[in-house]
């Protein structure tokens, strides 16, 4: 695709080299030149603060020793990587296996109380980790948790649910990434000729075969795309291993490198290496999905022909289908955000009880909202979350357009670089920004720019791969026909390929969006006094230890951005997230 | 079937328009609102010469004019930059009354030790310092007393800071906390709490601890308590294995509060008494002091440091804070449960406390007792690490 269309030749003046350059200067070239330098200088910046980092001993020389601590002597290396990958496994399992499901049921039947399945597959996303976390304690711990004391107690005797540990965190990381899950295969769903299905389904094969011998398939790259997304980053989640983890003596590598951040001083050397394990796994991750993905013209569904999607009536199916909805709503929705909202409601945090329900009030209600800190940090973390959701979609789609449609060399690079800051932990990302903006005389530190520039580099990653996913879903045969006809790769981009994969990247976008409202661990070091985020506010309550205060400001989150969700979403319907391409 | 394809790229184009629209729109008032007047403008290290004269000036004038000058001088300087860790409730309390009191305006920063001592080396390397006065816990203050940073307050206020009133690095100890034993009044029976560190590892608390995993400094302080009255190391290491055995290991000291008065364990091993005298007030069932109204594990004073900087925007400002910390400031601090410098320092008492200085070179070490600490925790055993 990349191809010249005039024939090269070789300059024999000075004339000729400009007439060359001018050829090759075109606007494709330069737009996608420049997207190409912005992504890479974002993912660049930490990714050299880490190196440097994790290779400089305190006196400036070269140094192992970070190496040696974290994976020699007494560090427990193989057990922690064990660990890691069946935390990691494990939770990408559950999400992949809940989004997809849901996102099946969402697009392509009949199944009834489709907004309740659309708030139950998003809410969780909207809670951020740290609470997520604390509303399972509140819910599942072995001693107190509401479950415990308010239902398996009194029916049951005993108290079986204990949300410490490895099944815990597995159940919680993976309920709370489902959402990632489920944005991905909502666009692959929609994207998909249901005639295939039709097919299958004509020459006698069951439902159930059609959708493991055919549905699945097509959408292949989205499933591919999103195990990895999600493997990748449960192995950098930090916050649920270390709150469920950690008890139980249940170390993930994330809980060492947390360790090894909170030493005064930081031990960056130990912490980096730990980093540049998950970040080889990584890149592993990576070259593997690709390899996976080296077929990628046989799951190209979007063509010429045209097609409705087709809705699957489930017949005596549907109401077990409804049920099913509901009690996955009620689990993963409505019982942690009524955990959080009941805590809020407290004074000080007390188990379920008669006592406990005859104190609560709206207090700490009153005073995040008389206090004049919510609103602004609120106006700047929406500010913030529409801008970055922009400019990483935008930035994206040119970017995953080189990686997945041309030959151009250094595309796997540019895929792979994208993809890293993944891994890399927030406190080193926020102090490489710092590093370098607390040097320019550009009015970026102390403004809210340096925190775009955080996020956007945050985001890079789930950017790439919605866009990538729903890219490789077009067939290239749409874009050759577009050349033939004349029209300028501009025009070809603008007009085929960003509507045609407008549904992955609106869903994109909005899952963009809600990470960088309640992205913490790079704001929380690179904010300013009067540019306070929300999710700022969120961590300081947290850190001083008020789980009420906590709770409230998290209800008033989850209220705002579901919201925004709703109100992206029925925007969304216009470009194609809800009715997909007919 | 063409008019069906003319009107569906009517639509797609309208769609796409509209997309177009929704995502020039967002850039356009992102960048507007990153460039807004929340924004604060980029910090600009001060003079180092001319802040020197000033903190001469003022530490050299006699004690009944220093703060008069120092008002003086501050309400030229347009207000005060604080770097802390501080909880928020804290923060906005002293900030406020110092407001009041000098009607100089105070803008905060407030982040986690480590956080925050990243954020100040950084702005110390780019020599562009947005603080002008720190104020964190001893072992944020050790991060970087080794810069070469601060400036030593010597006003009429450095008499509550006792005989040897500067840390290296020229911070001082202007309030301080303790450690204790904090429990659950409602599952420990009023005379079965713990009364000292070694009842911790009494059968009777089997399965009832939680301990802080992040705390290495604090089980070197018990440690090195222990070991100075005549304990030996087979006997310490005896104790903190009984501690440990089925502890429940937690992060964050506030937290770890909270689930205990709601009974998800029965002790904390340890807490900070100003964390527990906080949710004591808000009715939660928990205490650190026995029905005697005294604690009777022996305690240490942890000390809560304020540095002013020689690069401050607003020197005289810092020393107007530094002042008012160490007078009017005490009585604040008081209030929110935190030992006084004074108290800190030996020169005043707590009651119902028994409060030893902390050891400071426990802290100067911490890396190593978090190492030791870690090890602990894992059931692993110490290893010597190589010097970071």
């Not at chain 2, 600009?44 to 003022?58: F, Q, R």
């Not at chain 2, 005043?348 to 070490?365: C, M, R, V, Y």
Request: neutral net charge; aromatic residues 10%; contains cysteine.
């Amino acid at each position: 695709m990349m191809q010249s269309r005039v024939k090269p030749r070789p300059p024999t003046s000075l004339r000729g080299l400009r007439d060359r350059l001018r050829e090759n200067l075109t606007r494709r070239t330069i737009l996608v030149g420049a997207v190409v330098l912005i992504v890479a200088y974002l993912a660049v910046v930490p990714l050299v603060y880490l190196v440097v980092g994790t290779f400089t001993a305190g006196d400036g020389g070269f140094t192992l020793d970070g190496f040696s601590r974290a994976y020699g002597g007494n560090s427990q290396a193989g057990q922690m990587f064990l660990n890691s990958l069946i935390f990691a496994v494990g939770s990408a399992a559950l999400a992949l296996a809940i989004g997809t499901a849901l996102a099946y049921v969402q697009v392509r039947t009949d199944a009834p109380g489709k907004g309740l399945l659309f708030a139950a597959s998003m809410v969780p996303l909207i809670i951020p980790g740290v609470l997520y976390a604390i509303s399972w304690i509140f819910l599942a711990n072995p001693t107190v948790g509401i479950l415990n004391t308010a239902i398996f107690q009194p029916l049951f005797g005993a108290s079986p649910l204990d949300i410490y540990g490895m099944p815990g965190m597995i159940w919680v990381e993976g309920t709370h990434m489902a959402p990632l899950a489920f944005l991905l295969m909502v666009g692959a769903f929609q994207a998909m000729d249901p005639s295939l299905e039709e097919s299958a389904s004509m020459s006698g094969a069951r439902t159930a075969t059609a959708f493991v011998k055919v549905t699945l398939p097509l959408v292949r790259p989205a499933l591919i795309a999103a195990a990895l997304l999600m493997f990748v980053r449960a192995l950098s989640a930090f916050e649920i291993p270390t709150l469920l983890g950690v008890p139980k003596g249940e170390y993930v590598f994330t809980s060492r490198i947390y360790h090894e951040l909170q030493n005064v001083p930081v031990n960056y050397s130990a912490a980096g290496a730990y980093s540049i394990g998950l970040l080889i796994v990584a890149v592993l991750g990576l070259w593997f999905t690709s390899y996976l993905n080296r077929n990628s013209r046989s799951y190209q569904t979007i063509s010429g022909k045209a097609f409705r999607p087709r809705k699957i009536a489930l017949g005596r199916a549907r109401p077990w289908v409804g049920g099913l909805t509901i009690f996955y709503f009620v689990l993963a929705v409505v019982l942690p955000v009524l955990a959080l909202f009941y805590t809020s409601l407290l004074n000080f945090y007390q188990g379920l009880s008669w006592k406990a329900l005859g104190q609560l009030s709206f207090d700490n209600y009153v005073r995040i909202f008389k206090s004049a800190g919510t609103w602004d940090a609120l106006q700047n973390s929406m500010v913030l979350a529409i801008g970055a959701a922009t400019i990483v979609m935008l930035l994206t789609a040119i970017a995953s357009w080189v990686v997945v449609r041309t030959k151009l060399p250094g595309r796997r690079a540019i895929d792979t670089l994208a993809f890293l800051p993944l891994v890399i932990p927030g406190i080193v990302l926020g102090v490489a920004l710092l590093f370098v903006y607390l040097r320019t005389t550009l009015p970026i530190y102390g403004t809210l720019l340096i925190l775009l520039i955080a996020f956007c580099t945050i985001n890079l990653p789930y950017g790439m791969q919605y866009a990538s996913a729903a890219m490789r879903q077009i067939s290239t045969e749409l874009e050759e026909s577009a050349t033939v006809f004349g029209a300028s790769w501009w025009t070809t981009f603008r007009r085929i390929l960003l509507p045609l994969s407008s549904g992955g990247i609106v869903a994109g976008w909005i899952y963009v969006a809600i990470i960088s409202f309640r992205e913490l661990s790079a704001a929380i070091l690179v904010y300013s006094p009067g540019n306070e985020v929300i999710s700022v506010l969120i961590w300081q309550q947290y850190e001083s230890g008020s789980f009420m205060g906590l709770s409230a400001l998290g209800i008033l989150l989850i209220t705002i951005l579901t919201v925004v969700v709703a109100v992206a979403y029925k925007l969304g319907a216009s470009v194609g997230l809800q009715k997909g391409h007919q | 079937m063409a008019g069906g394809r003319a009107r569906k790229g009517h639509r797609m184009n309208k769609g796409m328009k509209f997309a177009g629209l929704s995502l020039v729109i967002p850039l356009v008032v992102t960048l507007a609102g990153c460039g807004s007047p929340n924004a604060a403008p980029p910090a600009a290290t001060g003079d180092v010469a001319a802040n020197s004269s000033v903190y001469e000036t003022l530490n050299a004038l006699p004690a009944k004019e220093q703060r008069a000058k120092a008002l003086e001088l501050a309400k030229k300087e347009g207000g005060l930059s604080l770097y802390t860790e501080s909880p928020e409730a804290n923060w906005q309390e002293y900030t406020a009354a110092f407001t009041k009191d000098t009607g100089i305006a105070v803008t905060t920063f407030r982040a986690s030790t480590v956080n925050l001592n990243q954020r100040v080396l950084q702005e110390l390397s780019a020599k562009r310092l947005g603080a002008d006065v720190i104020l964190e816990n001893f072992g944020g203050m050790i991060g970087i007393s080794g810069e070469d940073a601060f400036t030593k307050y010597e006003g009429a206020g450095v008499e509550a800071l006792g005989d040897k009133p500067y840390y290296d690095g020229g911070w001082s100890a202007i309030a301080g906390y303790t450690i204790v034993p904090v429990w659950n009044t409602d599952l420990i029976p009023a005379g079965q709490e713990p009364k000292s560190w070694e009842d911790l590892a009494d059968p009777r608390f089997d399965g009832k601890l939680s301990i802080a995993a992040e705390d290495g400094d604090l089980f070197g302080v018990i440690s090195d308590f222990w070991a100075k009255n005549g304990k030996s190391q087979s006997e310490i290491d005896s104790l903190w294995k009984k501690i440990v055995n089925g502890a429940h290991a937690a992060t964050g000291h506030s937290a770890m509060l909270q689930l205990l008065g709601a009974g998800q364990t029965a002790v904390n091993a340890w807490n900070y008494d100003f964390i527990a005298e906080s949710a004591i007030a808000k009715g939660a069932p928990v205490s650190y002091r026995s029905a005697d109204k005294i604690a009777h594990t022996d305690t240490f004073a942890y000390p809560l440091g304020l540095a002013m900087f020689k690069d401050a925007q607003h020197p005289a400002s810092a020393w107007l804070f530094y002042d008012w910390i160490l007078n009017e400031g005490q009585a604040v601090l008081e209030k929110q449960s935190n030992l006084t410098a004074r108290q800190v320092s030996g020169q005043d008492e707590k009651a119902g406390l028994t409060i030893h200085p902390f050891p400071i070179e426990i802290g100067e070490n911490a890396s190593e007792w978090n190492d030791k600490w870690d090890a602990l925790l894992r059931g692993v055993p110490v290893m010597d690490q190589p010097k970071k």
